[in-house]
C-alpha cells in the first residue's frame, strides 16, 4: 500500500487569489493524479502528473486554472488559480502503484473560496 | 467515452440484511475496475480491483464480481460500521480513473 499526505486539509481562501495544494507519497511512483469532488458529486479527473513530463490535463481543466508540478517521484503540487466560490470543492492526489493493482487516495483538500 | 452508472443511489438496509449494490460500465478497453468506501470528509479507501469477467474477490463482508458490462458489490450480514458511500471506477488502458456518483449505504442496528 502508499501512504498519500495531503497540504493543507483544509483552507478558506478569497476569491481572486491561488491556492497550492502539496501530495507526498511514501514511495516512488510513476503516476500520479489529481481529482476534484465538488459538493455531493463523485470524483472527477483534472489531471495526470508524470515525473519528467508536463501534466495531461482531462477535458473542461486548463493547465493556466489548474498548473501542477511534478519535480520527483514522491512528490506533486496542484495550484487553483484565480479561484472563484464555484472551486469550492474537494480536491484528492492518487497514485497508482506497480501495473495498476491498487490506485490510493490522499485525504483530499476541502477548499471553500467565499 | 467510458461511463460508469451506479445504483440505486441510495440504500437503507437493516442490520444483517444482506444486499447487492450495481456497477455497470462503458469502458475502450478495460485496464481494471475499482470499488472505494469513502466515509465523509475523508478520502475513498481501496476495497477490490477487479481485471476480467468472471474474477471475484473477498474482503470480510464484502464481495466483488466482475461481468464485461457490469460489477456488483454484495454486502453480506452488513453491520452498522458498514454504512458509507460505495464508490465504483473503471480505468482505460492509459487513463486515471473514472468515477460513478457512488451509492450511498446506511445500516440500520
Known amino acids: 500500500s502508499a501512504v498519500i499526505s495531503q497540504k493543507p486539509s483544509r483552507d478558506i481562501c478569497q476569491r481572486g487569489t491561488s491556492l497550492t495544494i502539496q501530495c507526498q507519497v511514501d514511495?516512488?511512483?510513476?503516476?500520479m493524479f489529481w481529482y476534484r469532488q465538488q459538493p455531493g458529486q463523485s470524483l472527477t479527473l483534472i489531471a495526470t502528473?508524470?515525473?519528467?513530463?508536463?501534466?495531461?490535463?482531462e477535458s473542461g481543466f486548463v493547465i493556466d486554472k489548474f498548473p501542477i508540478s511534478r519535480p520527483n517521484l514522491t512528490f506533486s503540487t496542484l495550484t487553483v488559480s484565480n479561484m472563484s466560490p464555484e472551486d469550492s470543492s474537494i480536491y484528492l492526489c492518487?497514485?497508482?502503484?506497480?501495473?495498476?493493482?491498487?490506485?490510493?487516495f490522499g485525504q483530499g483538500t476541502r477548499l471553500t473560496v467565499v | 467515452e467510458d461511463q460508469v452508472t451506479q445504483s440505486p443511489e441510495a440504500l437503507r438496509l437493516q442490520e444483517g440484511e444482506s444486499s447487492s449494490l450495481n456497477c455497470s460500465y462503458t469502458?475502450?478497453?478495460?485496464?481494471?475496475l475499482f470499488w472505494y468506501r469513502q466515509d465523509p470528509g475523508k478520502g475513498p479507501e481501496f476495497l477490490f480491483t477487479?481485471?476480467?469477467a468472471g474474477e471475484e474477490k473477498e474482503k470480510e463482508r464484502l464481495k466483488a464480481t466482475l461481468t464485461k458490462k457490469e460489477s456488483f458489490l454484495h454486502i453480506t450480514a452488513p453491520k452498522p460500521e458498514d454504512s458509507a458511500t460505495y464508490l465504483c471506477?473503471?480505468?482505460?488502458?492509459?487513463?486515471?480513473?473514472?468515477f460513478g456518483k457512488g451509492t450511498h449505504l446506511i445500516i440500520q442496528p
Open positions: 471506477a473503471v480505468q482505460a488502458p492509459t487513463d486515471g480513473l473514472t
Open positions: 492518487s497514485v497508482d502503484l506497480a501495473m495498476n493493482t491498487e490506485a490510493f
Open positions: 514511495s516512488q511512483v510513476t503516476m
Open positions: 469502458v475502450s478497453g478495460l485496464r481494471g
Open positions: 502528473a508524470n515525473q519528467g513530463s508536463e501534466a495531461t490535463y
Open positions: 477487479l481485471y476480467s
